[in-house]
């Protein structure tokens, strides 16, 4: 497997995940099958295709149209897989699957814009973490849910590292790049996996927020 | 007329009832006429500019304002003339106006969409959903209402079914595009008015939620 | 100083206060200092962004990147900064600070889209107001807070009025662009902030909502 099917399986994982967190995050909403996909499938491709204006390149959906399958696909597969789990388990199984959304988003579109050699050396970093949380933030959005983004728990960060590492990759290191990017891949989801598993927060001094006095 | 002609009416109609529905949407809230008249215009053109920012073709408003100067109007005569109607009755007269808008942009956005040949077969029916709720999530996001879409009624459904009619008019009946696309923008609107005026539901095995226990 | 390097200040101020305005809003929020500054971007940033979509021309940010370095410090700054300003100061700092950069993003963008001849002679003005709202919609909406747009007080008339007498400037006084610009955005900081202040709002026939019985 060469680097570009890899990146491209990357991708498609993405889109999976991202489906299916928009589903499980609708889990107590009397929505039907067929609006579970639209929502499964903007949240999927919402990100991506944020970047993809600002890359000025055509929508990536548009080109290649697995993408859309696979998110509708997946987005059916959850609508009626959903209730093989516990109700009080769905939120964090919701919190998990959009963690392994946003480390590979962020992984894909960080190759992508390097390979544009879109607003170098931030640009890469900038649009990978758009598309990694932009799906996810037009999800909750949507489902009137408060955005991941404001609750206390590192979100945005490990997408930062992971993508800041892997742009360190393709500019040192650019014969690891498979290695680097499945490494990058692993690096964001473990600290996100951590933040929600342990609660993990950054220390009062780097968090906002008067005293309750 | 020819079908240019409708497609324009039919566009120009679109426009009327959308920014209709964002006045409509508002008429609780404390806001000034030309707050109303910005909603309005942001909830006419939304959809539409996201679908051609998309295709990447030159934003519709920017190439004949008179889409412009239409829901600017709309939107000032739905702001003095929403009060003739009684307060009990604005809600359900807020849902046929949306329905209208909805039948009226799918179609339309399925025609543009196809006379650019953008990611066919599927492209225009995307896109014809996209463009047709996609005002209506902007003007529910930012009036702070929960979105149409979260409803349990028949939402988008409609808007699949009648602009997939009008794709395979387009597709295998090409002579009867102008009395195909009249057609279709009545079906989306027949089933999107029964469902709200019926609460037509999809069935229980179709439907998301845990059961109450 | 030549009217480039004016506007180029113009926008490089908004980006200042609308990444300050950002922070300001989340002060009541448990985030970490890096979702407030990927919401001091993003605030900063998503207004012309939107704006540059549209145009079809390279997103600001991305050709000149001291724009995102200024909204980066700009949200560090307000982050360690804001505590300095009693709590029940913090809500009229926000509106103001929002009012400054609404009034420079909107004369920024007549001036960018002017120079592109991008719709005239209203394209400048709807861009101009999309440009000054649409980073603090984003904000207020991912925030969670009610858009300022639906507040009772005026605050998109003033981006209206200053818009228009900055265009009148353009098309009748070229001569006076530099001066004229600097008058416009004066305009509507001033009628913003006598809104805050006083309360102002427009008169009752030209608001919305029933009268309570």
């Known amino acids: 497997m060469d680097i570009e099917q890899l990146t491209y399986l990357i991708g498609m994982a993405g889109m999976v995940a991202f489906a299916v967190s928009a589903v499980l995050g609708m889990a ?60 009080k388990r769905i939120n964090k199984l919701f919190l998990y699957v959009d963690g392994i959304g946003i480390s590979l988003f962020g992984i894909q579109a960080v190759d992508k814009v390097w390979s544009h050699a879109f ?3 931030v640009g890469p970093i900038i649009l990978g973490i758009i598309t990694a949380i932009g799906g996810g933030l037009i999800r909750d959005i949507l489902t009137g849910r408060p955005t991941l983004l404001m609750k206390r728990e590192l979100y945005a960060i490990p997408v930062l590292i992971g993508c800041s590492v892997y742009v360190l990759v393709l500019e040192y290191m650019p014969g690891f790049q498979a290695i680097g990017s499945i490494i990058s891949v692993a690096i964001i989801f473990a600290i996100r996996a951590a933040a929600i598993r342990k609660n993990l927060e950054v220390p009062q001094w780097l968090t906002m927020g008067y005293k309750r006095s």
């Open 119 to 121: 607003a170098l050396p």
């Open 28 to 87: 107590e909403k009397k929505v039907d099958l067929f609006t579970a996909v639209v929502l499964g499938c903007i949240t999927a491709c919402g990100g991506g295709t944020v970047r993809d204006l600002i890359l000025a390149v055509p929508v990536f959906w548009s080109v290649d149209m697995n993408y859309l399958w696979v998110s509708i696909v997946a987005s059916i597969v959850a609508f009626y897989g959903y209730k093989f789990f516990e109700r």
